[in-house]
């Protein structure tokens, strides 16, 4: 296997919103490099990028997958990134070790959400970006309006590069605006082209994006803008030479046309990534941080050795395998490692570079470069590993937090562990999914980032670990709490022969403001109850709050006067105080106009404009109250209170409303007194509840 120099590598990663073709533009280059003989499909199942069983089952990728191909001596290294919300913890990490991103667009689909956020995770990231505008081979495309769309979003330093000729089912040609070429491709989906040049309507159109593209490559430098105005433009060495550079100081973006599945311009863009594309040697330093904390920064050309670990996947033959891109030395089988967030030290085993599933075994890699090891004992996705000359750490990637949520049943008892196992180890896979068993309400609640990524992992669980689990609609935490004051005088007595019980609590309640707590006060003057009873009092009352009264939820923002009572000189003790106290008070609650709490969510929706109707539509019958609107680039920015219960399942109705072009985000707001009607429901089925479990 060939060893490769960071100026020989080109790692990027392709993303785009979902259904754009970013597979398919993968399938195509490894194609083109003769890494593949004959180019698979999604509908068959048979592309190298989707090869687990969840991606050929729905026909959409998952995971992130590393793929490699050698395309004029250099060795691309390309992630392949899920276009899916709920699976963008496989992009950002893809972009986060990327030296660029090539966005892909549907030529018919244009900018979709998706396409905003991987922008800005590029952008956040300070890598170059390239847009490849993909599907020209179907019905009803139209070039011009969709780069001025694209414009619209990302600016009007978006430059075509490539041009459609012929459009439309056939589609075979494009304008070549760096050659000022017409490049004609073979039919037979090997990517391979013939040259002439550009005559014709779009020789002119050639010349106009070929003068403006020197232009751009002039203003990235000062000498070549000196040379510019000198000579009234630059010659085409002088153009080639400063095109590399002016990529990278994000002068211009530039933008490819191409029809994936047909391999129809491809090659070309291959050619452009090979030549003038981002390598290694341009994030020469990059950020780390010592080991107490102090930023420092990491040279490419440091003899220790420092990884990244972007990603990590257990997989039935392998184990645990660990991606990872270094960022200086070399790493070599048998090479000792220091993991210096686990603060541990690893062994590399065996490193691979990968095409999907097909492993190729490599004795080391050079800094730049991207591969993967085996059976790690303690490291996970974002660690760093490094000499232990020098330990570092290098930045994480910051992750959204998850927006939906669903309770996980097990059907089979004595499957607890494997359970509680399996989600450990999803979790270190997947830094965008959390799970918490939930003592108040009873149940493992999973969170995740839309209802599709929580049905990938109930999936994963079942099939991985062996266990039969099924999600349902998780509880939710309901507050009771009180209107009015009340009181009660509760007398607890018992005798069964020998020492009895006696105790009589006499109590006030009133409202507290909302997220005070509940307080315990006592008032009691005279001799009638013994002070030492007092924490009885409060401990039978506090765990009546805790048990809820009115429909089993906890007890807040209430305020409680233990202000009298009566004792026994030999049957009152603790106990009788504690029953006293923790029946006077349901009695007092009962008598306060008691009510249910609900929790709000406060709601941030990026939608299209053309589906606000039926978006606010939705919320509104959602008991949804709009806080603010705003506009960006042609979506808006909704802000709306919305009840928790209300938002089972929301991002799929957002989905279905928005022809999937719709995201959202979600994040406890506060609690507000739910309406009479809702909270009868709610008191109705935990009344059930408590009598089909007293009947069990």
């Known amino acids: 296997m060939k060893e490769y120099q960071a100026a020989e590598i080109r790692n990027f990663a392709i993303v785009g919103h979902a259904s754009s073709g970013k597979t398919m533009l993968s399938e195509a280059m490894l194609a083109c490099s003769g890494e593949i003989n004959r180019m698979g499909s999604i509908a068959a199942g048979s592309t190298v990028s989707d090869h687990h069983e969840n991606e050929q089952q729905r026909q959409i990728s998952v995971s992130a997958t590393l793929m490699h191909l050698e395309w004029l001596g250099k060795k691309f290294n390309l992630l392949d990134c899920p276009g899916y919300a709920d699976f963008i913890s496989e992009g950002l990490g893809a972009l986060r070790v990327g030296d660029f991103a090539m966005i892909v667009v549907h030529a018919n689909h244009g900018v979709s959400v998706g396409t905003d956020a991987v922008w800005r995770y590029a952008t956040q990231y300070g890598i170059p970006k390239m847009i490849v505008v993909n599907a020209f081979d179907k019905e009803e495309t139209d070039f011009d309006k969709l780069l001025g769309q694209i414009r619209e979003h990302f600016g009007e330093r978006v430059l075509p590069l490539t041009i459609p000729v012929n459009p439309g089912p056939g589609f075979n040609q494009v304008l070549d605006v760096p050659r000022n070429e017409i490049i004609t491709f073979a039919g037979d989906r090997s990517g391979k082209y013939t040259e002439a040049p550009a005559t014709g309507p779009g020789a002119d159109r050639v010349k106009e994006l070929h003068g403006q593209?020197?232009?751009?490559?002039?203003?990235?430098?000062?000498?070549?803008?000196?040379?510019?105005?000198?000579?009234?433009?630059?010659?085409?060495?002088?153009?080639?030479?400063?095109?590399?550079?002016?990529?990278?100081?994000?002068?211009?973006?530039?933008?490819?046309?191409?029809?994936?599945?047909?391999?129809?311009?491809?090659?070309?863009?291959?050619?452009?990534?090979?030549?003038?594309?981002?390598?290694?040697?341009?994030?020469?330093?990059?950020?780390?941080f010592d080991p107490d904390g102090k930023p420092v920064e990491l040279a490419l050309t440091d003899p220790d050795p420092v990884l990244y670990v972007f990603k990590t996947m257990s997989e039935a033959q392998f184990g645990e395998l660990s991606y990872f891109r270094i960022y200086s030395g070399s790493v070599k089988l048998g090479s000792e490692l220091y993991n210096s967030d686990r603060r541990s030290t690893e062994k590399i085993g065996q490193i691979y570079l990968l095409n999907g599933k097909i492993r190729t075994s490599v004795p080391s890699l050079n800094a730049g470069d991207i591969g993967a090891v085996v059976k790690l004992k303690d490291t996970h996705t974002g660690n760093t590993l490094c000499g232990g000359k020098r330990p570092v750490t290098l930045p994480k990637v910051a992750y959204p937090h998850p927006n939906i949520h669903a309770a996980l049943k097990s059907n089979v008892k004595g499957e607890e562990e494997k359970?509680?196992?399996?989600?450990?180890?999803?979790?270190?896979?997947?830094?965008?999914?959390?799970?918490?068993?939930?003592?108040?309400?009873?149940?493992?609640?999973?969170?995740?980032?839309?209802?599709?990524?929580?049905?990938?992992?109930?999936?994963?669980?079942?099939?991985?670990?062996?266990?039969?689990?099924?999600?349902?609609?998780p509880k939710v935490r309901y507050r009771e709490t009180i209107k009015g004051r009340g009181e009660s005088k509760y007398r607890h007595k018992k005798q069964t022969g020998g020492a009895g019980q006696f105790a009589e609590v006499w109590m006030r309640i009133e409202p507290k403001p909302r997220d005070t707590g509940v307080e315990?006060?006592?008032?009691?003057?005279?001799?009638?109850?013994?002070?030492?009873?007092?924490?009885?009092?409060?401990?039978?009352?506090?765990?009546?709050?805790?048990?809820?009264?009115?429909?089993?939820?906890?007890?807040?923002?209430?305020?409680?006067?233990?202000?009298?009572?009566?004792?026994?000189?030999?049957?009152?003790?603790?106990?009788?105080?504690?029953?006293?106290g923790y029946f006077g008070f349901k009695e007092s609650f009962t008598a306060a106009r008691p009510c249910l709490l609900e929790p709000i969510h406060m709601v941030e929706i990026r939608i299209p404009e053309d589906c606000m109707g039926k978006v606010m539509g939705d919320l509104s019958s959602r008991r949804g109250k709009i806080q603010g609107m705003d506009s960006e680039g042609g979506f808006q920015l909704i802000k709306a209170h919305v009840p928790a219960k209300?938002?089972?399942?929301?991002?799929?109705?957002?989905?279905?409303l928005t022809g999937g072009r719709g995201v959202h985000a979600e994040s406890f707001s506060h609690y507000e007194e739910m309406p009479r009607e809702a909270e009868a429901k709610v008191v109705e089925e935990s009344k059930k509840a408590r009598a089909a479990q007293q009947a069990e």
Request: charged fraction near 25%.
């Open 213 to 288: 593209l020197i232009e751009f490559i002039a203003e990235s430098d000062d000498s070549l803008m000196e040379k510019f105005f000198a000579q009234g433009g630059l010659s085409e060495e002088e153009m080639r030479a400063g095109l590399h550079a002016a990529i990278q100081k994000q002068t211009f973006t530039p933008l490819f046309v191409t029809s994936a599945e047909n391999n129809i311009g491809v090659s070309r863009l291959m050619d452009f990534v090979a030549k003038y594309g981002s390598s290694p040697v341009d994030r020469q330093k990059v950020a780390a």
């Open 419 to 473: 359970i509680a196992s399996g989600l450990a180890a999803l979790r270190h896979e997947d830094p965008t999914f959390l799970y918490m068993v939930d003592s108040e309400l009873r149940q493992t609640i999973l969170s995740a980032q839309g209802e599709l990524h929580l049905e990938v992992i109930a999936d994963r669980l079942r099939k991985r670990y062996n266990v039969h689990v099924e999600l349902n609609e």
């Open 520 to 580: 315990f006060t006592q008032s009691l003057s005279g001799q009638n109850v013994d002070r030492v009873f007092v924490p009885s009092v409060e401990k039978g009352v506090m765990k009546a709050c805790e048990e809820g009264i009115l429909a089993g939820y906890r007890v807040v923002d209430v305020k409680i006067d233990f202000y009298d009572g009566k004792m026994h000189p030999v049957d009152s003790k603790d106990i009788a105080f504690q029953i006293a």
């Open 646 to 656: 209300e938002l089972y399942r929301y991002s799929s109705s957002l989905r279905s």
